[in-house]
């Protein structure tokens, strides 16, 4: 079974720091680009990065670009999500995303990927 588990939210002040882990399971892990969204109570789904299935084409949304970084670790089957300079309004549920295929080529000319299986989220609250 393909699965996505999402972990290493928490609690942290504005200007703090926090890294979420996007552990992959049951596929051919370096087949799929992984994406990151999170949404807010209230608030539409908000796609926040991705990263290609190989050679590491990543994507950042406007609000998130210089301070958040997406790397993968082929070998744990791990995607993560490096927080900097966090803001309240950064507050969220973060999920993480698989899509099959999701190249650098296709990356690169459309954009991030329309997703095919989505982990449980984790919680990223920021506030003092």
């Known amino acids: 079974q393909l699965q996505l588990v999402e972990s290493g939210g928490g609690l942290v002040q504005p200007g703090g720091s926090l890294r979420l882990s996007c552990a992959a399971s049951g596929f051919t892990f370096d087949d799929y680009a992984i994406g990151w969204f999170r949404q807010a109570p209230g608030k539409e789904r908000e796609g926040v990065s991705c990263?290609?299935?190989?050679?590491?084409?990543?994507i950042y949304a406007e609000s998130v670009k210089g301070r958040f970084t997406i790397s993968r670790d082929d070998a744990k089957n791990t995607v993560y999500l490096q927080m900097n300079s966090l803001k309240p309004e950064d507050t969220a549920i973060y999920y993480c995303?698989?899509?099959?295929?999701?190249?650098?080529?296709?990356?690169?000319?459309?954009?991030?990927?329309?997703?095919?299986?989505w982990g449980q989220g984790t919680q990223v609250t920021v506030s003092s």
């Open positions: 995303a698989a899509a099959k295929g999701g190249t650098w080529w296709t990356i690169a000319t459309m954009g991030c990927p329309k997703y095919e299986y």
């Open positions: 990263i290609s299935s190989s050679l590491g084409r990543t």
